[in-house]
């Protein structure tokens, strides 16, 4: 199991420019999130999905979108990027929630660094 | 909305002294609680988490954490670090009925040989 991959790594962009982040995960997990860290700020949550062809907003949205065509895969698109998001970004994913209990440990990706410039 | 809140935004430790890392939550229902470890250079992984019985948890490489509904508290502890122990520690919420992890700020620890 590779568990949850993120690709690229690193990215450099120019204010402007527009790029796509893939997450994928081999789990068979329900759910699927995107976050950026930033120092002393801890994880916050960009977009999250629920299942394939399903996502919703989180705590920060604003100039992300997202798309789950696939239950495996989740993908982060900028499209004007802007440097304050320069930021480190973590795919993860978890089992969906059982009735009304939730055993949400979450599996996190490696990160991808990206800079804008 | 949901808050959590990590008291030490740094720490500096030497090997052998013992760690405590606090971490409280604002939230009125039940919840799950969890801490997560970020080693240099690398992805979240999960030291160990408390859903429900014994308020004292039990992670890997001797870590624990008590939670103590009355102070809404998660506080993270280990007797003895390591060097191997730096990194930055997450204390993180979610509640029972959603599905969506509240992260605290994170506290680098710094564990000097």
């Known amino acids: 199991n590779a568990g949850v991959t993120q690709t690229p790594k690193f990215r450099v962009l120019k204010t402007g420019q527009s790029m796509t982040l893939l997450c994928a995960q081999d789990m068979n997990h329900e759910y699927m999130y995107w976050y950026r860290q930033d120092p002393g700020m801890g994880l916050r949550l960009i977009h999250y999905s629920v299942g394939e062809g399903t996502t919703a907003k989180g705590e920060v949205p604003d100039g992300y979108n997202v798309s789950r065509l696939k239950k495996q895969n989740f993908l982060l698109g900028l499209e004007s990027a802007a440097p304050s998001q320069t930021s480190v970004y973590f795919c993860?994913?978890?089992?969906?929630?059982?009735?009304?209990?939730?055993?949400?440990?979450?599996?996190f990706g490696p990160g991808t660094r990206l800079t804008v410039l | 909305a949901q808050s959590v809140s990590q008291h030490n935004h740094h720490v500096i430790l030497s090997e052998a002294a013992s760690l405590e890392l606090g971490c409280n939550y604002s939230y009125g229902g039940t919840v799950n609680l969890f801490w997560y470890v970020q080693y240099p250079g690398q992805h979240l992984q999960l030291l160990l988490k408390y859903f429900s019985g014994d308020p004292l948890v039990k992670g890997i490489k001797g870590f624990e954490a008590e939670f103590i509904k009355s102070k809404f508290s998660f506080n993270l502890r280990k007797p003895s670090v390591q060097w191997s122990d730096t990194a930055e520690y997450f204390c993180?919420?979610?509640?029972?009925?959603?599905?969506?992890?509240?992260f605290g700020g994170g506290t680098r620890v710094l564990v000097k040989p």
């Open positions: 993180a919420v979610n509640p029972r009925a959603g599905n969506k992890l509240t």
């Open positions: 993860a994913s978890s089992y969906s929630t059982s009735g009304v209990i939730s055993y949400n440990e979450q599996f």
